[in-house]
């Protein structure tokens, strides 16, 4: 059992950017057409919950992104189940919400459907040192870092059980790219 917020603040940590929902592969249109109004109202509260505490990482329209991603690949029965949302539809932040490997799937494919991952990592390393060209080092993760290894490492790292080889990729990837992309 874990807190939501944690869970997925981490997940947001390893992939956040200020890139725009830009058609991500979540089978619903940006602006949530494909989902019921039940559907739809949990993914609004969703998106505010991930903007609120996604620590300035992520913007409204990404949230949303993501948030109508989760809801359309999860639905709302099965985040109610896992207890990520409560059963009048709001966010759970208790300790109580099971993140299982295929909720964690279902999160990461939207998340990453949404954002992009390499420009994400860049940004974050270019913000705390601005030495950094983050286009170059975005260009040189990319290559890094395939999209099926963002996507496991992102749902090892929501389910707690973080894959250290992939983790240690990461890690790599960063430092590497890190010092090609030197201004």
């Given amino acids: 059992m874990r807190k939501l917020l944690p869970a997925l603040a981490a997940a947001l ?12 592969d979540n089978g619903n249109s940006a602006d949530g057409h494909g989902l019921s109004s039940s559907e739809q109202k949990a993914a609004d509260t969703m998106s505010a919950y991930l903007a609120k505490n996604g620590n300035g990482s992520i913007s409204k329209k990404d949230a949303q992104c993501i948030a109508e991603g989760w809801v359309g690949r999860s639905g709302v029965t099965k985040l109610e189940k896992s207890k990520v949302l409560t059963g009048t539809g709001k966010v759970n932040t208790n300790s109580n919400t099971k993140i299982t490997p295929s909720l964690a799937d279902d999160y990461a494919g939207a998340l990453l459907g949404c954002i992009d991952y390499a420009a994400l990592q860049s940004k974050a390393v270019a913000k705390v040192n601005p030495g950094i060209d983050a286009k170059k080092m ?19 790292t929501m389910t707690g059980s973080p894959d250290q080889q992939l983790t240690s990729k990461n890690a790599d990837a960063i430092k590497t790219c890190q010092q090609r992309a030197q201004k």
């Avoid at 940590?13 to 991500?24: D, F, I, K, M, R």
């Fill in 138 to 156: 975005a260009d040189c993760f990319g290559k890094a870092m395939p999209k099926a290894d963002e996507k496991k490492l992102l749902v090892s």
């Fill in 13 to 24: 940590l390893v992939a956040a950017t200020t890139a725009g929902c830009g058609g991500g």
